[in-house]
């Protein structure tokens, strides 16, 4: 059964560094999601993709925030200047045209130090 | 705004039916979801309602009641692996983004 991956499934950071989280959605999927859950809170939102653009985006996805499709089979989240606030499970989906179902990935835990 | 409430914590017995219930208000509606969360995993589907009514998969039951803003997920012959989160999310009229509610850890005891 096709599965959405995230690699890594485990990141620690120091403060103010960079980090690129990396997604390969369902292969014929084109809408692409990322989600982030801080621990022992709700999923919330960030941003969502469609024909190489952001189509959707919350308040949390400011500047330091940046999402690509670098090519053809991987989406990224790239989080830059980490804060220790950023420190959450990301989670990244995909839909299929024409279907209500995100399919979830096994998440990234992002640990910033 | 959005705002999405369900019981926090709820517990049963492995063979019980359990009902949780969300309620919701939203700045638009175009869908609302359940979706299972075991811990330290992802999200994984359960139903999708987005007009009046019952839809039914298996053990799994889903209601859904616009004009009140209401929801229910019923699980039916519980079992052990039944404990888990479970996530009411709503997709608003403005996009395909879900907001989620903070989840009901539902236990489940022999």
């Known amino acids: 059964e096709p599965e959405v991956t995230q690699t890594p499934s485990h990141q620690v950071t120091q403060m103010g560094q960079e980090v690129i989280l990396r997604c390969v959605p369902i292969?014929?999927?084109?809408?692409f999601y990322w989600y982030r859950q801080i621990l022992g809170q709700k999923v919330e939102f960030l941003v969502s993709?469609?024909?190489?653009?952001?189509?959707?985006k919350s308040e949390i996805f400011d500047d330091q925030f940046s999402v690509e499709r670098p090519d053809g089979s991987n989406f990224t989240l790239k989080i830059r200047s980490t804060k220790l606030e950023d420190s959450a499970m990301y989670f990244c989906?995909?839909?299929?045209?024409?279907?209500?179902?995100?399919?979830f990935g096994p998440g990234t835990r992002l640990t910033v130090l | 705004g959005q705002n999405i409430d369900q019981p926090t914590e709820m517990t049963a017995t492995e063979g019980a039916i359990v009902q949780i219930n969300c309620t919701y208000q939203?700045?638009?509606?175009?869908?609302l979801f359940w979706y299972q969360q075991h811990a330290g995993e992802a999200p994984t589907f359960l139903s999708y309602?987005?007009?009046?009514g019952l839809e039914e998969k298996g053990r799994f039951s889903s209601f859904l009641s616009r004009s009140k803003g209401y929801s229910y997920l019923l699980l039916k012959e519980l079992q052990m692996k039944d404990s888990a989160s479970y996530l009411c999310?709503?997709?608003?009229?403005?996009?395909?983004?879900?907001?989620f509610g903070k989840g009901t850890t539902l236990s489940v005891s022999s």
């Open positions: 939203t700045s638009g509606f175009n869908g």
């Open positions: 309602n987005v007009l009046d």
């Open positions: 993709f469609y024909n190489n653009e952001i189509s959707e």
């Open positions: 292969s014929n999927h084109l809408y």
């Open positions: 989906a995909s839909r299929d045209t024409g279907t209500h179902e995100q399919f």
């Open positions: 999310a709503v997709r608003p009229l403005a996009g395909t983004a879900l907001i």
